[in-house]
Antibody, heavy 116, light 111 residues
């Protein structure tokens, strides 16, 4: 059971970036999936959630309207499309599987840096 | 939003000695199913969070039995019976009851 994020990098303020989270060892569409981020030297902050059938999506107020969570069942991959990026979006982004009231599987994370 | 408050924020420990971290939530985490939706994680430097405890008191697979979680409602505790050098890092509690999921500020355990 594994999650592997990719797609991070350096982007200018106002720019866009797409993150991927490839799952192996389990079927993404059977679980609620989350994105959590961590700014350098700071704590963990929840970003977004998609339920198992994709019908219920939630976002943190700080990213609503700028970040979009989605999923490709055929590729067993979760995505986070980010636009209108700000300096305060700079963070390591983790995807995570939700089970028994907790995020039980975490990826290694991918770093997003928003800077000119 | 449910606010999670951890204490202490820094915890110096001696190997072999016990350690305890408190986590308080601003609302009850006890669901109608009888479970407390409280989890604990350890984040070592440069790594992603490691899953330790779920539903307040259940150890995740592979977690040593020196780690234990207790509490109910709004007050929870993570205990390490005998600290080992590999236990250093930042410990977080997390409520998984409602969106937004929220985390405590983190407790840095240092030898």
């Amino acid at each position: 059971v594994q999650l592997v994020e990719s797609g991070g990098g350096l982007v200018q303020p106002g720019g866009s970036l797409g993150l991927s989270c490839a799952a192996s060892g389990f079927t993404l569409s059977s679980y609620w999936m989350h994105w959590v981020r961590q700014a350098p030297g700071k704590g963990l902050v929840w970003v977004s959630r998609m339920n198992s059938d994709g019908s219920d999506i939630k976002y943190a107020d700080t990213v609503k309207g700028r970040l979009t969570i989605s999923r490709d069942n055929a590729k067993n991959t979760l995505y986070l499309q980010m636009s209108g990026l700000r300096a305060e979006d700079t963070a390591v982004y983790y995807c995570g599987r939700y089970s028994f009231g907790a995020i039980d599987v975490w990826g290694r994370g991918t770093m997003v840096t928003v800077s000119s | 939003d449910i606010v999670m408050t951890q204490s202490p924020l820094s915890l110096p420990v001696t190997p072999g000695e016990p350690a305890s971290i408190s986590c308080k939530s601003s609302q009850t985490l006890l669901q109608s199913d009888g479970h407390n939706y409280l989890a604990w994680y350890l984040q070592k430097p440069g790594q992603s969070p490691q899953f330790l405890i779920y539903l307040g008191s259940n150890r995740a697979s592979g977690v040593p039995d020196r780690f234990s979680g207790s509490g109910s409602g709004t007050d929870f505790t993570l205990k390490i019976s005998r600290v080992e050098a590999e236990d250093v890092g930042v410990y977080y509690c997390m409520q998984g009851l409602q969106i937004p999921i929220t985390f405590g500020q983190g407790t840095r355990l240092e030898i």
